[in-house]
């Protein structure tokens, strides 16, 4: 929730709802203007240098010595102070609790299937790792209109879970013992359309881009 507002700021007012956005967008630029709005060269670069754009410097201390800002938002702390293109406007009705997962992980999992792998309708989609972001990716695939929604993880208790967004089939590489690519290949008869690894794990990387038909 805003408290204050600096100089200039003219499209948020104290008492408004807000998301922390840690790539922000400045409006201005041409990756703002484009269709790659994540890009934006004002923000994307200078609030990895943990200031405020406008005089370089922190606005957070501590015994007299600064503490610098975190990839612009500062989310760590009960109170912030963040420019305002790090931040996205939100209804005052959607409940706090709930929506403040909508600024990194749901994104990251629903954009990276929709706007980056793109299924198609009919489609087969892998996703590796079924935590936050996995489901959120998995979710993206159901919404897209994917048809085989294969979830990958070593945890089965995540599994049940995985359905309610949209997860068709599960496999845990546990269980076999071939690498997961192979077993995905033999499940869909040459790998699948698409691949959407969320779990950082180099070797989850290799089966996601390898589970992948020709």
């Known amino acids: 929730i805003v408290e204050s507002v600096g ?9 408004d709802h807000v998301l922390p956005v840690f790539t922000g967008e400045c409006k201005e630029c041409r990756h703002c203007k484009s269709e790659e709005s ?4 004002l923000l994307r670069i200078n609030t990895d240098r943990g200031v405020m754009l406008n005089d370089g ?3 957070f201390s501590i015994n007299g010595q600064p503490i610098f800002h975190f990839v612009g938002t500062s989310t760590f702390s009960e109170y912030t102070v963040v420019h305002v293109g790090c931040v996205a406007k939100i209804n005052p009705e959607a409940p706090l609790d709930k929506v403040c997962v909508l600024s990194c992980g749901i994104s990251t999992g629903l954009g990276a299937t929709l706007n980056v792998a793109k299924p198609k309708k009919g489609s087969s989609v892998a996703i590796f790792g079924l935590g936050a972001v996995g489901l959120a990716a998995a979710e993206g695939a159901r919404i897209a209109g994917a048809s085989r929604i294969i979830g990958v993880d ?5 599994f049940e879970e995985a359905k309610k967004f949209g997860v068709t089939e599960f496999v845990n590489p546990k269980d076999y013992n ?3 690519q192979g ?3 033999e499940m869909t008869g040459g790998g699948v359309d698409r691949s959407v690894e969320c779990t950082g794990s180099i070797m989850a990387m290799m089966s996601a881009f390898e589970c992948v038909h020709d």
């Open 7 to 15: 100089e200039g700021v003219t499209d948020l007012k104290p008492g």
């Open 38 to 41: 994540n890009m934006c060269d």
């Open 57 to 59: 410097k922190s606005r």
């Open 154 to 158: 070593l945890n089965p208790k995540r």
């Open 178 to 180: 071939k690498p997961v």
């Open 183 to 185: 077993v995905i290949a």
